[in-house]
């Protein structure tokens, strides 16, 4: 099982979106969201982090602190913005099967 770090600004809908994708991605994701001011001390360990897109300024910082072997992508904004869980599955599997 991957574990995965969502990273948004806060709020009912990360909550909404992890619990999404926890139960979409059967056993092959572990999904953990936090918000901008606590996701830092939740970095260590995890194959693959993504990034609300409202937030999406925190990507440099994420990618400097993970290091070049973990994927970092902002969810595309419409996709994110629909609640569309399928879809953050699919960039999930391209990102972990590179």
Request: aromatic share 6%; net charge negative.
């Given at each position: 099982?991957?574990k ?48 609300g ?46």
């Open positions: 099982m991957k995965v770090v969502l990273v948004c600004n806060g709020g009912l809908s990360t909550s909404i979106m992890a619990k999404k994708l926890n139960d979409m991605g059967g056993n092959d994701y572990d999904v953990y969201a936090y918000g901008e001011q606590e996701y830092e001390e939740h970095l260590d360990g995890v194959d693959c982090v993504l990034i897109p409202q937030i999406r300024y925190l990507l440099p910082g994420i990618q400097a602190k993970v290091g070049n072997d973990v994927p970092v992508e902002v969810i595309e904004p419409r996709t994110y913005g629909t609640m569309n869980a399928a879809k953050v599955v699919e960039q999930l599997n391209r990102m972990t099967t590179k």
